[in-house]
C-alpha cells in the first residue's frame, strides 16, 4: 500500500481510493479487512483519515446538489415566464385581429347603410345648368349686344371647362353652331317645355340622343357673341329663338333655388 510512514499521510493514488471506499469499509467493519498487526496499524492510519476527508466531501457533493436544485428550478421558472408571455402575447394579437375585424365589419355595414339610403332618395326632376354658378345679367335687360334689344335668357358666371347639365330628362334637338348663341345645345323636356344652351366651348352631346337630369351635355365657353366665358340658359315654349320665357321663374316653380 503507498502509505508515507515518515509523514503518516496517504499518497495522491491512495487517497483517492480510500474517499471511495471510506463508508464501504465501514459498513463491513474493519476487524474483517485487517489481516495483521502491521496491516492493522497501516489501515487504521489510512481509514482514520478517510473518515476525517469524508464529510468534506459530504458537505461539497450536498452543495453541489443543491446548485443544480437551484439551477433546475430557476429554469422551469424561466421557462414558465416565458410560456406565460407568449400566450399573452397571442391572446394580446387575437384580440387586435378580432376588434380590426369588428371595424372592418362596422364600415362595411355603415358604407352599405349609406348606400342604401342614396338609394331610397328621390332624385331631383330638375337641376341648374351649373353648380355654384351666379345670375349675372338677368332676363330681358335692355342693351345693343341682343338683335331684339333685350336678353332672351339669363347668365350664369363660369369658368371656361365648367360642367354644363341639362336641367330635366329630355331629347337633344339641337347640337351645334347657333350664330350668335356660338356653340348650343337645346333640349325637349318631358313636359314639352325646351331649354337652349348657349356660348359652349365644347358640345357632347348629339341630335337625337336621350339625356337624363343632371346628365353633362357640354362644358362652359366663350363662342359666339360674347364677351367672357359663361353659360346663357333659356327657357322656352318651342325649340327656336323668340318663344323664350322667364328662365328664373322656370327653374324656381320646379324647385331649383337661384341665387
Known amino acids: 500500500m503507498a502509505f508515507n510512514r515518515a509523514s503518516g499521510k496517504l499518497n495522491r493514488s491512495t487517497r483517492s481510493i480510500c474517499l471511495g471506499t471510506a463508508a464501504a469499509a465501514v459498513a463491513v467493519g474493519v476487524a474483517g479487512v485487517v489481516a495483521g498487526p502491521a496491516a492493522a496499524a497501516e489501515h487504521k492510519n489510512t481509514f482514520s483519515e478517510a473518515l476525517a476527508i ?3 466531501l459530504a458537505g461539497h457533493v450536498a452543495d453541489q446538489a443543491a446548485a443544480q436544485k437551484s439551477a433546475a428550478a430557476e ?7 416565458a410560456a406565460a408571455k407568449k400566450a399573452a402575447e397571442k391572446k394580446a394579437a387575437a384580440k387586435k385581429a378580432a376588434e380590426k375585424k369588428a371595424a372592418e365589419k362596422k364600415a362595411a355595414a355603415e358604407r352599405e347603410d349609406a348606400e342604401r339610403a342614396n338609394r331610397s332618395k328621390p332624385r331631383p326632376s330638375v337641376v341648374a345648368p351649373v353648380t355654384g354658378g351666379d ?4 332676363y330681358k335687360s335692355g342693351g345693343q349686344m341682343w338683335s331684339s334689344g333685350k336678353h ?5 358666371a363660369a369658368r371656361t371647362g365648367t360642367p354644363v347639365k341639362s336641367v330635366a330628362a329630355g331629347t337633344v334637338v339641337t347640337a351645334g353652331w347657333g350664330g350668335a348663341y356660338g356653340n348650343n345645345i337645346v333640349v325637349k323636356h318631358n313636359d314639352g317645355t325646351y ?3 348657349g356660348h359652349l366651348s365644347a358640345i357632347g352631346v348629339s341630335v337625337g340622343q336621350q339625356v337624363g337630369v343632371g346628365q353633362e351635355i357640354g362644358k362652359v ?3 359666339g357673341n360674347s364677351t367672357g366665358p359663361h353659360l346663357h340658359f333659356e327657357a322656352r315654349t318651342a325649340p327656336g329663338y323668340g318663344s323664350d320665357m322667364d328662365p328664373v321663374d322656370y327653374l324656381r316653380g320646379k324647385g331649383v333655388p337661384l341665387s
Open 135 to 138: 345670375v349675372t345679367t338677368p
Open 75 to 81: 429554469k422551469a421558472e424561466a421557462e414558465k415566464k
Open 195 to 197: 331649354t337652349q344652351y
Open 54 to 56: 469524508a464529510p468534506s
Open 221 to 223: 365657353g366663350s363662342t
Open 152 to 156: 332672351s335668357g339669363i347668365d350664369f
